[in-house]
């Protein structure tokens, strides 16, 4: 059994979709990110930097895991599935894992900070995260235009943590016009019983987009 403490983000989807596809037993624990949940003590033995996602792995002398790269990986070497076992392609794979956590992540989540939730409006920040969060994408489309996955052939952790921020680039900002590949790729999983259960996982706030951006001001800002 794997507790699963998690909130309706990309980075918590993105450790949904790993425990959906991998068939794993779990329990989900949601997070009140608003109430300052993570921040508590109980959480922190969990997770020392206070965000989520987080999971305890029971069957393992209750091993708590926290950073979402390294909850993937865990998971994915814990069950041998969606990370090759060839040196060169599990390097690839870590590769295009790795350039999500570094680039797709924070970069879209700073768009996303100073495109919805900061209380003054920055352009100069503003076009910075968007330019260079388009930029990230471009990459992801160019690799997309050679590969039927971001690790080339296979569906790995790599697109499992790609696709929760990528999917969410309107609400960013950031243009995705002429990035063929890219949005096929994005249709392609949202296919998937796994990401489609993972986006209810757990359950989306039902605030409007204005609402939800007030809420999330107080969190960023406090």
């Not at 796994?194 to 107080?218: F, Y």
């Amino acid at each position: 059994m794997i507790e699963f403490y998690s909130a309706a983000t990309p980075n918590g989807q993105k450790v949904a979709i790993a425990l959906e596809e991998m068939g794993l037993d779990y329990q989900l624990y949601s997070v009140d990110l608003m109430a300052n949940e993570q921040k508590q003590p109980d959480f922190l033995a969990i997770n020392p930097n206070g965000r989520i996602p987080a999971i305890v792995d029971k069957a393992n002398g209750d091993f708590p895991v926290f950073e979402s790269g390294a909850i993937l990986l865990y998971l994915a070497e814990k069950t041998g599935q969606f990370l090759p076992s060839d040196p060169k392609a599990r390097s690839q794979a870590i590769q295009w894992l790795m350039f999500q956590m570094g680039g797709v992540g924070p970069m879209m989540g700073q768009a996303n900070v100073f495109y919805r939730y900061f209380p003054e409006k920055i352009p100069a920040a503003i076009e910075r995260y968007q330019k260079e969060g388009r930029r990230l994408l471009e990459v992801v489309d160019e690799q997309l235009q050679k590969h039927p996955y971001l690790a080339g052939d296979s569906y790995t952790i790599a697109d499992m943590a790609t696709w929760p921020w990528a999917r969410i680039h309107e609400w960013s900002g950031v243009d995705v016009t002429g990035l063929d590949a890219l949005q096929a790729w994005l249709d392609k999983l949202a296919a998937r019983p796994a990401c489609q259960k993972a986006l209810l996982t757990p359950a989306p706030n039902e605030a409007t987009d204005d609402e939800r951006a007030k809420q999330v001001r107080g969190m960023v800002t406090r």
